[in-house]
């Protein structure tokens, strides 16, 4: 560990001192190459501080000569770690390899047996081969073709049907909904005067300060009923609100697809905490003039993580459905009638972080005009534990105002249904030399009694993208930290979050949306949604994707221009002055502070000499696969110019040819490879 | 050689084999059986009487004299008797103020006296349910209902829970259907279906005569039910489901304004039933009995209907004559022998006793339900199915046709056929012998009749 952190400290301070190079200034609009020089130009404080002018030295040297580039990393590198760490450190570099051979188990194995047969055959040459095909009989023939191939189509005709994601919409919001978190502020004092409710100055006080830490931004959307004074909260207003957000989302959807509402055989809406009679699905059918033997679902009450639980209960349907059939799956939350007035700390929380949204989404048997094609889903509750079940408790608070509690154990609870969650999941989508490292793991676990740390498989290596529902900034930094995952991989729900804020089950929606919007989806990446809800669930579904989307219309449409956003992370030591009791609930909103600028990759490229307007050019122009191919043949040529060691060079070429779509990719393998080379050399 | 034309027989006999043992677990894997259902009977102290409905009536200062009326004229006609449950809060005259807690204990008493009797008599281990779908109409509270029954009976981690809400008085075949849809899937799985309504939240205390309705029809009540796909169970099932049709008529605007949740002029929270429902419930029930009938009934009755119909058809034109509304019909009884039917009001009952031609013993086990334990709502039909079976009418072999209607508007309907004999009484064993009753007549003409002698139409007109 302590040399995987060295090493990132050398391309902190390298990139630090590279951009100060005249390296033509970063005209790019490109945010995320903004906010990662920006990052690098404050690196975080956990790190610890080395000397500057050393630093300067260094980047003197690396930026005269090539050659000497590699001499901070060696330097440090041995100056900061330990023997064991260096050990790990080989480890660590032997991964990839080992990674390659364990996951082309197959051909690793056949390779040697094809070759064998092949030099076995010209030994035996070719009129001996003639012969020996002329003595088949029919017999042999039938067993041969025959039977493999009734095999295959009886296999084919028994699989369980795959289910498509032809296109999904999310309800863009609208101006006029927006809410600031002076307009919030300012409502929710002036609800204070309203007859009736509880709620005071001290839980305004307590919502400011609950807002400033909870990674939410300036353009979150409320219904239009809850700007009035005193909130609407009664039927009618909760009706408009659906039908604003469902109906705009569906039209979208529509519209996009192509598809005329009376072909849809499949409805299946959720929506936690309202549920009139007659049911949203109802609503839809009404407005959309749906068919009469249309099979609907209302599910309720199933939380945040219930639009995961659509889909698969979409997907059942389907499974049993002619084949063809198309299946209308809508999250939303409709949060109109769950102001909550009184001034339950625990229950103000909803009111600052639950927003507006929703998402329609269309599934089909049919592959035809499909986005994505949905691998798995997995479920877990553990609502058998009290303690996870009264985890997020809707009730009424001494005064008899319904709000919903949001429990202080609740990163805990999550953390246990994510372990349930990803026990489940884990097996059927690692790659298997994870799987195998598990399974090792596990066992040694069990023979040497528990001395052993567990292994925690990298999904990074199973899923390209991560979609975790946008819950708060805790729980995604929780996530971030116990699956392992980089600044990169959360960025979307991170996003999501601060524009839209907690849309409950559709949050997952936005943020895949989000990616889409980047232009970081391609075809063949596979993607992990991860819902977490009352109950308490835990869900994720797995897709993988067939083609990116045709437009780029969406949600994100005006505003993606502005994100990533750096959401600052707030003064703590205020929070503590003002009121002690804040601390309870920062577990919630601000555990591990904003997103922490990762010791940029960017830099690893610095370091071989290519300098920030290289980069630049280079993200810009990796939009076509043609132009990033280029680039990477430019990238391999420049490292193999570097270090003329023939031996290493299959291994680069190996890496350049994998790179796939992420561009990233290069430079964050990068600096174990120098290190592999240098040492080699 | 004569080894090899051997091993290619028995390779092919082998892959045959494969093929049919295939086909037959897929269609066993489509069979869905009833292994048992429970139905709740709350405890005696949540009776309600014709004292408490009139102490619970004549608590609500804003009812005049007018509402009395309209109200004794509902209840004497609704066919409802002396015996329904009513939730606590009501009883204890907090109606106009439910809290949470009535709701959610309303429920508990539910989930420990049905759910937990369904699951003790046929044996199964919580923990060897792998499907859980509850319904219930108007409460959703956040963790869910269902959530709530796998903490209280401790289920698995991976038990795939649904909860359905504000899918009306139909919910309760929405809910199998859902359960049928899995076990599809699945094989050996084992679903409980758990269906409700919830009342203490829902009482209406305003004016509107439209939303007073629901009070007087609406009652507690719950089932609880066990349906499974393995064919281990077979022969401890009771029925097997054979198919089931769903029709939404949401399309259509009367229809879907039917019954609506809505706030009344005054801001009170209640169920609206209009007046445009008797005929929406026809307009789904044809929609339904059009797609149900050819799976169903005999290939003999479906040829004499058509015939029948091409005749008329034929013989009309030929005179220029319009036709007359009343065409051939098609005899249900033919293919069903028992109709467990939605009891949803007298009125509904008798609409559909007219339209299928039934007879007043056809219809018994719903009359007798609506006046036991009122009209439940989505659980009512296992009151029917129990009536039947305590009356011992199920015999193997039988044909048992469930009947709902619902808000949205929505009409399911589903078709069974009995396992084996039937005799279990469940929630009628005390008082099956007492019905059918000489007179369904309540006594709320005898007590509250003076309301329609006192002179004045009077709004604040109190007792």
Redesign the interface.
Same mark, same amino acid.
Request: charged share 20%; proline share 6%.
């Given at each position: 560990m302590s040399s995987d952190l060295s090493v990132n400290h050398v391309d902190d301070r390298s990139l630090a001192c590279a951009s100060k190079e005249p390296c033509g200034p970063p005209t790019c609009v490109d945010n995320s190459f903004a906010r990662s020089h920006l990052a690098a130009l404050n690196p975080p404080r956990s790190l610890p501080p080395v000397p500057k002018p050393h630093a300067l030295s260094l980047a003197e040297q690396s930026s005269h000569t090539p050659q000497s580039t590699l001499l901070p990393a060696t330097v440090l590198y041995r100056t900061a770690s330990m023997s064991s760490s260096a050990a790990q450190a080989q480890l660590k570099q032997l991964k990839p390899l080992y990674q390659h051979v364990v996951n082309n188990f197959v051909a690793v194995f056949a390779a040697p047996l094809v070759v064998a047969a092949l030099v076995n055959a010209a030994r035996v040459g070719p009129e001996e081969l003639l012969v020996r095909v002329q003595a088949l009989?029919a017999?042999?023939v039938?067993?041969i073709a025959f &039977?493999p191939a009734?095999?295959a189509t009886?296999y084919l005709m028994?699989r369980?049907r795959s289910v498509y994601l032809v296109d999904y919409a999310c309800f863009r919001t609208r101006p006029n909904c927006r809410v600031p978190f002076a307009t919030f502020l300012e409502h929710a004092k002036l609800v204070t005067f309203v007859e009736g409710a509880s709620i005071d100055e001290r839980s305004v006080r307590f919502m400011t300060r609950l807002l400033e830490r909870s990674g939410l931004g300036e353009e979150t959307c409320l219904p239009p009923a809850h700007h009035y004074i005193p909130p609407y909260r009664?039927?009618?207003a909760s009706r408009a609100e659906v039908e604003v957000v469902i109906f705009s989302a569906i039209d979208d959807l529509l519209a996009k697809t192509g598809i005329s509402a009376s072909s849809i055989d499949i409805l299946i809406v959720n929506c936690?905490?309202?549920?009139?009679?007659?049911?949203?699905?109802?609503?839809i059918?009404?407005r959309?003039?749906?068919r009469? %033997?249309?099979?609907?679902?209302? *599910?309720?009450?199933?939380?945040c993580s219930a639009g995961l639980?659509s889909v698969? *209960?979409a997907r059942?349907?389907l499974? &049993?459905a002619p084949r063809g059939a198309r299946a209308l799956v809508v999250s939303t939350e409709t949060i109109t009638p769950n102001y909550y007035v009184g001034k339950e700390r625990a229950m103000l929380l909803p009111n600052c972080l639950f927003r507006m949204g929703g998402a329609a989404v269309l599934l089909s048997t049919s592959r035809a005009n499909a986005r994505f094609r949905l691998a798995r889903v997995v479920?877990? *509750?553990?609502?058998?534990? %009290?303690s996870a079940?009264r985890c &997020?408790?809707?009730?009424?608070d001494a005064e008899?105002h319904?709000g919903?509690n949001l429990n202080k154990d609740l990163m805990t609870i999550a953390g246990d249904a994510l372990k349930?969650n990803i026990t489940?999941i884990g097996p059927l989508v690692l790659p298997a030399s994870e799987q195998l490292l598990f399974a090792l793991s596990f066992i040694a676990r069990r023979v040497l009694n528990r001395r052993v740390k567990p292994y925690l498989p990298d999904f990074r290596t199973a899923f390209e993208h991560f979609c975790i529902h946008a819950g708060g900034r805790a729980v995604i930094d929780e996530l971030q930290r116990s699956l392992g995952l980089s600044d990169e991989d959360v960025e979307a729900s991170r996003m999501a979050l601060h524009r839209f804020g907690n849309t409950s089950s559709s949050s997952v929606w936005y943020e895949l949306a989000y990616i889409e919007a980047k232009g970081r989806m391609r075809k063949g990446d596979r993607v992990w949604m991860i819902g977490f809800g009352?109950?308490?669930?835990c869900n994720s579904a797995a897709w993988e994707c067939i083609a990116p989307p045709r437009s780029a219309e969406g949600p994100w449409e005006e505003s993606i221009c502005r994100y990533p956003v750096d959401i600052p992370e707030p003064s703590q030591v205020r929070a503590h002055e003002i009121d002690p009791s804040i601390d309870l609930y920062l577990g919630l909103t601000s555990a591990c502070g904003a997103v922490r600028p990762r010791p940029d990759r960017w830099l690893c490229a610095g370091r071989a000499g290519l300098t920030h307007g290289h980069l630049h050019t280079y993200s810009r122009s990796s939009r076509g696969p043609l132009h990033r191919r280029i680039v990477y043949l430019c990238l391999f040529t420049l490292s193999f110019v570097y270090y003329p060691f023939v031996p290493a060079a299959p291994l680069i070429i190996h890496f350049c040819i994998r790179l796939k779509a992420n561009e990233m990719y290069y430079c964050e393998l990068n600096p174990s490879l120098h290190i592999a080379l240098y040492y080699l050399y | 050689m004569e080894l090899l034309p051997l091993l290619t027989a028995l390779l092919l006999a082998h892959a045959a084999a494969c093929v049919a043992w295939m086909a037959v677990s897929r269609r066993r894997r489509s069979r869905c059986y009833l292994l048992d259902y429970a139905c709740h009977k709350p405890s005696d102290d949540r009776k309600v009487t014709t004292e408490t409905a009139g102490a619970v009536i004549e608590r609500n200062k804003r009812l005049g004299l007018g509402e009395y009326r309209f109200l004794l004229k509902v209840i004497v006609n609704s066919g409802i008797g002396e015996h329904t449950y009513c939730p606590r809060n009501v009883l204890e005259g907090r109606e106009e103020m439910p809290t949470h807690v009535d709701a959610l204990e309303e429920m508990d008493d539910f989930f420990s006296d049905a759910v937990a009797a369904v699951l003790r008599r046929t044996g199964v281990a919580p923990r060897d349910v792998d499907v859980v779908v509850l319904n219930v109409g108007s409460f959703s509270p956040s963790p869910s209902l269902v959530s709530r029954i796998v903490r209280r009976f401790g289920m698995r981690e991976d038990v795939a829970a649904y909860n359905l809400s504000g899918m009306g008085c139909s919910a309760g075949l929405v809910a199998v259907d859902l359960a049928r849809n899995i076990m599809l899937n699945r094989p050996r799985t084992m679903a409980l279906v758990v269906t409700s309504e919830s009342c203490a939240p829902n009482w209406y205390t305003g004016t509107d005569k439209s939303m007073m309705l629901g009070n007087c029809l609406f009652r507690s009540g719950g089932a609880a039910a066990l349906l499974t796909n393995d064919p281990a169970f077979r022969c401890r099932a009771k029925m097997e489901l054979r198919c089931l049709v769903r029709a939404n008529i949401a399309a259509h605007d009367d229809a879907h304004a039917a019954a609506v949740h809505r706030e009344d002029a005054d801001g009170r929270l209640g169920v609206s039933l209009s007046k445009a429902l008797p005929k929406a419930a026809v307009r789904a029930f044809t929609d339904n009995l059009q797609r149900l009938a050819p799976r169903i009934l005999p290939a003999g009755e479906l040829a004499r209907f058509a015939a029948r119909l091409l005749l008329r058809k034929l013989f009309f034109r030929r005179k220029q004559q319009v036709l007359p509304a009343s065409g051939p019909k098609i005899n249900f009884k033919t293919g069903v022998d028992h109709f467990c039917l939605h009891p949803g009001g007298t009125a509904v009952i008798e609409a559909v006793k007219k339209s299928l031609g039934l007879t007043a013993h056809d219809v018994e086990p719903a009359r007798m339900t609506l006046h036991r334990w009122g009209n439940t709502s989505a659980s009512s039909l296992w009151y029917v199915l129990n009536y039947m079976e305590a009356k011992r009418r199920l015999k193997r072999g039988d044909r048992v046709l469930m009947v709902t209607f619902g808000s949205g508007f929505k009409c399911n309907s589903c078709y069974w056929e009995v396992v084996r004999d039937l005799d279990d009484a469940g929630a009628w064993e005390d008082c099956i012998d007492d019905y059918p009753p000489e007179t369904l007549v309540n006594p709320y003409m005898d007590k509250f009749g003076w309301v329609n002698d006192v002179q004045g139409q009077g709004g604040g007109f109190v007792f």
């Amino acid at each position: 560990m302590s040399s995987d952190l060295s090493v990132n400290h050398v391309d902190d301070r390298s990139l630090a001192c590279a951009s100060k190079e005249p390296c033509g200034p970063p005209t790019c609009v490109d945010n995320s190459f903004a906010r990662s020089h920006l990052a690098a130009l404050n690196p975080p404080r956990s790190l610890p501080p080395v000397p500057k002018p050393h630093a300067l030295s260094l980047a003197e040297q690396s930026s005269h000569t090539p050659q000497s580039t590699l001499l901070p990393a060696t330097v440090l590198y041995r100056t900061a770690s330990m023997s064991s760490s260096a050990a790990q450190a080989q480890l660590k570099q032997l991964k990839p390899l080992y990674q390659h051979v364990v996951n082309n188990f197959v051909a690793v194995f056949a390779a040697p047996l094809v070759v064998a047969a092949l030099v076995n055959a010209a030994r035996v040459g070719p009129e001996e081969l003639l012969v020996r095909v002329q003595a088949l009989r029919a017999v042999h023939v039938f067993l041969i073709a025959f &039977v493999p191939a009734a095999a295959a189509t009886l296999y084919l005709m028994l699989r369980p049907r795959s289910v498509y994601l032809v296109d999904y919409a999310c309800f863009r919001t609208r101006p006029n909904c927006r809410v600031p978190f002076a307009t919030f502020l300012e409502h929710a004092k002036l609800v204070t005067f309203v007859e009736g409710a509880s709620i005071d100055e001290r839980s305004v006080r307590f919502m400011t300060r609950l807002l400033e830490r909870s990674g939410l931004g300036e353009e979150t959307c409320l219904p239009p009923a809850h700007h009035y004074i005193p909130p609407y909260r009664n039927m009618e207003a909760s009706r408009a609100e659906v039908e604003v957000v469902i109906f705009s989302a569906i039209d979208d959807l529509l519209a996009k697809t192509g598809i005329s509402a009376s072909s849809i055989d499949i409805l299946i809406v959720n929506c936690s905490l309202f549920a009139p009679i007659p049911s949203f699905t109802d609503m839809i059918i009404h407005r959309y003039k749906m068919r009469k %033997d249309i099979r609907n679902v209302h *599910l309720s009450g199933m939380g945040c993580s219930a639009g995961l639980i659509s889909v698969g *209960l979409a997907r059942n349907f389907l499974q &049993v459905a002619p084949r063809g059939a198309r299946a209308l799956v809508v999250s939303t939350e409709t949060i109109t009638p769950n102001y909550y007035v009184g001034k339950e700390r625990a229950m103000l929380l909803p009111n600052c972080l639950f927003r507006m949204g929703g998402a329609a989404v269309l599934l089909s048997t049919s592959r035809a005009n499909a986005r994505f094609r949905l691998a798995r889903v997995v479920r877990t *509750l553990t609502g058998a534990q %009290d303690s996870a079940y009264r985890c &997020v408790f809707q009730e009424e608070d001494a005064e008899g105002h319904r709000g919903i509690n949001l429990n202080k154990d609740l990163m805990t609870i999550a953390g246990d249904a994510l372990k349930a969650n990803i026990t489940a999941i884990g097996p059927l989508v690692l790659p298997a030399s994870e799987q195998l490292l598990f399974a090792l793991s596990f066992i040694a676990r069990r023979v040497l009694n528990r001395r052993v740390k567990p292994y925690l498989p990298d999904f990074r290596t199973a899923f390209e993208h991560f979609c975790i529902h946008a819950g708060g900034r805790a729980v995604i930094d929780e996530l971030q930290r116990s699956l392992g995952l980089s600044d990169e991989d959360v960025e979307a729900s991170r996003m999501a979050l601060h524009r839209f804020g907690n849309t409950s089950s559709s949050s997952v929606w936005y943020e895949l949306a989000y990616i889409e919007a980047k232009g970081r989806m391609r075809k063949g990446d596979r993607v992990w949604m991860i819902g977490f809800g009352s109950g308490f669930k835990c869900n994720s579904a797995a897709w993988e994707c067939i083609a990116p989307p045709r437009s780029a219309e969406g949600p994100w449409e005006e505003s993606i221009c502005r994100y990533p956003v750096d959401i600052p992370e707030p003064s703590q030591v205020r929070a503590h002055e003002i009121d002690p009791s804040i601390d309870l609930y920062l577990g919630l909103t601000s555990a591990c502070g904003a997103v922490r600028p990762r010791p940029d990759r960017w830099l690893c490229a610095g370091r071989a000499g290519l300098t920030h307007g290289h980069l630049h050019t280079y993200s810009r122009s990796s939009r076509g696969p043609l132009h990033r191919r280029i680039v990477y043949l430019c990238l391999f040529t420049l490292s193999f110019v570097y270090y003329p060691f023939v031996p290493a060079a299959p291994l680069i070429i190996h890496f350049c040819i994998r790179l796939k779509a992420n561009e990233m990719y290069y430079c964050e393998l990068n600096p174990s490879l120098h290190i592999a080379l240098y040492y080699l050399y | 050689m004569e080894l090899l034309p051997l091993l290619t027989a028995l390779l092919l006999a082998h892959a045959a084999a494969c093929v049919a043992w295939m086909a037959v677990s897929r269609r066993r894997r489509s069979r869905c059986y009833l292994l048992d259902y429970a139905c709740h009977k709350p405890s005696d102290d949540r009776k309600v009487t014709t004292e408490t409905a009139g102490a619970v009536i004549e608590r609500n200062k804003r009812l005049g004299l007018g509402e009395y009326r309209f109200l004794l004229k509902v209840i004497v006609n609704s066919g409802i008797g002396e015996h329904t449950y009513c939730p606590r809060n009501v009883l204890e005259g907090r109606e106009e103020m439910p809290t949470h807690v009535d709701a959610l204990e309303e429920m508990d008493d539910f989930f420990s006296d049905a759910v937990a009797a369904v699951l003790r008599r046929t044996g199964v281990a919580p923990r060897d349910v792998d499907v859980v779908v509850l319904n219930v109409g108007s409460f959703s509270p956040s963790p869910s209902l269902v959530s709530r029954i796998v903490r209280r009976f401790g289920m698995r981690e991976d038990v795939a829970a649904y909860n359905l809400s504000g899918m009306g008085c139909s919910a309760g075949l929405v809910a199998v259907d859902l359960a049928r849809n899995i076990m599809l899937n699945r094989p050996r799985t084992m679903a409980l279906v758990v269906t409700s309504e919830s009342c203490a939240p829902n009482w209406y205390t305003g004016t509107d005569k439209s939303m007073m309705l629901g009070n007087c029809l609406f009652r507690s009540g719950g089932a609880a039910a066990l349906l499974t796909n393995d064919p281990a169970f077979r022969c401890r099932a009771k029925m097997e489901l054979r198919c089931l049709v769903r029709a939404n008529i949401a399309a259509h605007d009367d229809a879907h304004a039917a019954a609506v949740h809505r706030e009344d002029a005054d801001g009170r929270l209640g169920v609206s039933l209009s007046k445009a429902l008797p005929k929406a419930a026809v307009r789904a029930f044809t929609d339904n009995l059009q797609r149900l009938a050819p799976r169903i009934l005999p290939a003999g009755e479906l040829a004499r209907f058509a015939a029948r119909l091409l005749l008329r058809k034929l013989f009309f034109r030929r005179k220029q004559q319009v036709l007359p509304a009343s065409g051939p019909k098609i005899n249900f009884k033919t293919g069903v022998d028992h109709f467990c039917l939605h009891p949803g009001g007298t009125a509904v009952i008798e609409a559909v006793k007219k339209s299928l031609g039934l007879t007043a013993h056809d219809v018994e086990p719903a009359r007798m339900t609506l006046h036991r334990w009122g009209n439940t709502s989505a659980s009512s039909l296992w009151y029917v199915l129990n009536y039947m079976e305590a009356k011992r009418r199920l015999k193997r072999g039988d044909r048992v046709l469930m009947v709902t209607f619902g808000s949205g508007f929505k009409c399911n309907s589903c078709y069974w056929e009995v396992v084996r004999d039937l005799d279990d009484a469940g929630a009628w064993e005390d008082c099956i012998d007492d019905y059918p009753p000489e007179t369904l007549v309540n006594p709320y003409m005898d007590k509250f009749g003076w309301v329609n002698d006192v002179q004045g139409q009077g709004g604040g007109f109190v007792f």
